[in-house]
């Protein structure tokens, strides 16, 4: 099975039924079909090959649907990523998976267009925009005069379909490699975990598509199942318009990360709940770490119960679910899924028994490796089994707890920071001598990034302007939170930053 025959097959189910909503828009599972088959075609026409990259900087809507079904049909492989990269950082990533197309609209492209020259891979724009009509390939163009008709890219269920960076970019990127079939049966895998079917109408809030959590367990997965996806626009985080969405739209099921539950439990908290909600059956977050006390005080406040789940861009998605009528165990994400399983272990790769703690590895349909990375591959990949550097235990009856991190790893509201992103542009500032970064945890956003800085000798500075200086260098999400100040850095005796002690 590949992604194209997925969405022709529930095409030919569902025809008319909407697919995909957004405001007052309808997309229908065969207008989903028949657009991406232009795009499809416009790609193939412009010289695009099997295999050849195509980068997508796209917010959610019904054009990121389809046309990341445009590239797939086409035998090229997507590699959706965050519209808030700088320029530096589409440079790092660009340098690894160089793609040959870039897709995005006008005001993320405007940014862009003076370092086109950089990305000397990219050999054609396409712009959903008008700005750049006539200079780059016009979406609307496409959608006008495009071909409509099937296309033929002689797809294998083993080829890759889609890169999905882990951890945002870095100097030495990690790309997941993702097959068709991948996806496809994590598609199915996740659709059968929430007893999905095709009365289901899944909101998609604050979760980005690029992001695989977004792309395979919202909207994969509701092709898949022939469920309808209604997009709400995250400006401001407007928990109250989302609960109005979920009135007017009559939601079934809506996934998130903890931080918007959070605020939905904080606003509940302060005004009640205002909106008939009565249509939910499931609510669930993966991403990050869900408290206890967010999940009691939401069953408090909205009256059901909300789940936890786990999952990894390695794993293509989901890998474990707790059942959904609410009896699996406080506090675990659950059991692992039909066509997964999960094993503890420790240093050496031994087994654990049950309810030690030890490295989680899993197997089941886990990516191929890291693109043009095979040192990392190996490293995480070893005899079929995938090493996530997540640390947890499995009880008596299956059920999995995460109780931390292997690697240094921070996540925001469910996005991976590596803190030595962070760090090295720190360390390009003129007046800084040292910096470490830290994750603090936060109720809200799960952690939020901590820096501790020493300037140099008769440097003077301040945190809104290290913040500023950080913004113009790194998507924003991964700006420091916290700026502290130290005249000089706890180190251990080899001359090795303490970061423990910066965390109190």
């Known amino acids: ?226 469920s309808t996806v209604v997009i709400v626009p995250g400006t401001g985080l407007s928990i109250s318009n989302f609960m109005a969405t979920i009135e007017r739209e009559r939601g079934t099921m809506f996934l998130g990360v903890p931080y918007i539950f959070a605020l939905a439990v904080d606003i509940a908290g302060k005004e009640g709940v205002k909106n008939d909600l009565s249509s939910l059956r499931l609510c669930g977050s993966a991403g990050a770490p869900l408290s206890v006390d967010i999940i009691q005080r939401f069953k408090q406040h909205y009256g059901f119960d909300l789940i936890d789940f786990w999952g990894l861009t390695e794993a293509v998605c989901h890998v474990t679910c707790p059942p959904i009528d609410g009896t699996g165990k406080l506090g675990s994400v659950g059991k692992a899924l039909p066509g997964w399983e999960v094993k503890i272990v420790d240093d050496n790769a031994k087994e654990l028994p049950l309810n030690q703690p030890g490295e989680i590895i899993v197997t089941g349909p886990i990516m191929e490796g890291y693109y043009n990375n095979p040192q990392a591959t190996a490293e995480v990949i070893r005899d079929g089994w995938l090493y996530t550097g997540d640390i947890g235990r499995v009880d008596e009856d299956g059920y999995l707890f995460i109780l931390g991190r292997k690697k240094e790893m921070i996540i925001v509201k469910g996005q991976n920071i590596y803190p030595s992103d962070v760090e090295d542009v720190l360390y390009t500032h003129p007046k800084v001598a040292e910096a470490a970064v830290v994750g603090i945890p936060d109720e809200l956003r799960g952690e939020v990034v901590r820096t501790v800085i020493s300037l140099k000798e008769g440097e003077v500075t301040t945190e809104e302007e290290i913040r500023r200086f950080c913004r113009k260098h790194m998507a924003d999400f991964k700006v420091p939170k916290q700026v502290i100040f130290m005249d000089s850095l706890p180190k251990t005796a080899t001359g090795k930053i303490r970061k423990e002690d910066l965390r109190g």
């Open 1 to 226: 099975m590949n992604l194209k025959l997925m969405l022709e097959e529930a095409a030919g189910r569902y025809g008319r039924k909407t697919a995909i909503v957004l405001g007052d828009r309808r997309l229908s599972y065969a207008e989903l079909d028949e657009t991406s088959n232009k795009v499809a075609n416009a790609l193939i026409r412009t010289g695009v090959n099997k295999g050849d990259r195509v980068a997508m900087l796209l917010p959610n809507s019904p054009e990121f649907a389809i046309i990341y079904f445009g590239i797939v049909k086409a035998g090229s492989i997507a590699v959706p990523l965050d519209i808030t990269y700088k320029v530096d950082e589409l440079a790092s990533l660009f340098d690894n998976c160089q793609p040959k197309v870039l897709v995005a609209e006008s005001p993320t492209l405007e940014p862009l267009v003076p370092a086109l020259p950089r990305f000397k891979s990219i050999k054609q724009v396409i712009d959903l925009g008008s700005k750049y009509e006539g200079q780059f390939l016009s979406y609307r163009e496409i959608m006008a005069t495009g071909s409509s008709s099937s296309v033929e890219a002689g797809l294998e269920p083993e080829d890759i379909a889609h890169i999905g960076y882990t951890g945002g970019p870095t100097n030495r990127p990690q790309g997941a490699m993702l097959f068709h079939q991948s996806l496809v049966t994590e598609a199915a895998i996740s659709g059968d975990g929430f007893q999905q079917t095709d009365k289901d109408i899944v909101m998609l809030f604050a979760l980005p598509m690029y992001h695989v959590f977004g792309l395979v367990a919202v909207m994969l997965a509701s092709v898949y199942k022939g």
